[in-house]
């Protein structure tokens, strides 16, 4: 319970935490920082880790001078190229072997080469936006690994979308994150863009399960039909 209202608080103050890790360690919050946007990408256990909020605070702290605005912008770029390409190969190299019997238990060959149809027609533009969606954005790569979605293809959309998630969050709270109205109810802030950032996912999750309810009601209807 201590360590859920520990990392509870961390999020909701998560400018403060920083900057005492700033104040303590001038130099290596750059590595702190770079570990958490690659962890949060590259590796699939670990989606819970901050990723917006983080960007936003991070922004806002550079603005008062440290750390360096543009150096960050470098560093977590590369952080998240870099870790959407490590989870990538994950799911391309452990792919094979998931799929190498003809049954495997919740996963079948047929899945697989959907979810490879699906990447090659609509890849881009999910490696893109994923970036802005909290979870989805570290399970994307993994999945267009696991699709045998071409690599080149792949690096040309995680370079675009890590750039652009990367710049958009950082300069954004850069700019923004200093008003007076927004250091005033920073957690609030953090909340919401935890919020919107979410609601693309849960909005698409609730669009399924309506679907498949009208399809189910509507397959039940024709084979009640059939009966008579």
């Known amino acids: 319970m201590d360590a859920l209202m520990w990392f509870v608080d961390m999020f909701l103050h998560l400018d403060k935490h920083l900057e005492q890790v700033v104040q303590n360690y001038p130099t ?4 702190f920082l770079f570990a958490i946007i690659f962890c949060e990408t590259g590796l699939v256990v670990t989606p819970f880790l901050p990723g917006d909020s983080l ?13 360096n605005v543009a150096l960050v912008f470098l560093l977590l770029s590369a952080a998240a190229i870099l870790g959407d390409t490590l989870n990538y190969w994950i799911g391309h190299l452990v792919g094979p072997k998931v799929f190498h019997k003809e049954n495997v238990r919740f996963l079948n060959k047929k899945h697989l080469i959907k979810a490879h149809e699906f990447y090659e ?3 881009g533009i999910t490696i ?20 045998s979605m071409t690599y080149w293809k792949f690096l040309t959309y ?7 998630w990367i710049a958009f ?3 954004g709270g850069y700019f ?35 679907r498949s309810k009208k399809e189910q009601a509507a397959a039940q209807g024709e084979s009640h039909g059939n009966l008579r």
């Open 28 to 31: 290596l919050v750059y590595l």
């Open 55 to 67: 960007l936003f605070a991070t922004g806002a702290l550079a603005a008062g001078g440290a750390p």
């Open 121 to 123: 027609k609509y890849g």
């Open 128 to 147: 893109i936006f994923a970036r802005f969606m909290p979870f989805i954005r570290t399970f994307a790569p993994f999945v267009a690994g696991i699709g």
């Open 158 to 164: 995680n370079v675009v979308g890590g750039v652009a």
């Open 169 to 171: 969050f950082t300069f």
């Open 176 to 210: 923004f994150g200093n008003l007076a109205f927004v250091k005033k109810h920073f957690s609030v802030v953090i909340v919401a863009i935890i919020i919107i950032s979410v609601m693309p996912g849960v909005i698409e999750y609730l669009r399924q399960r309506s």
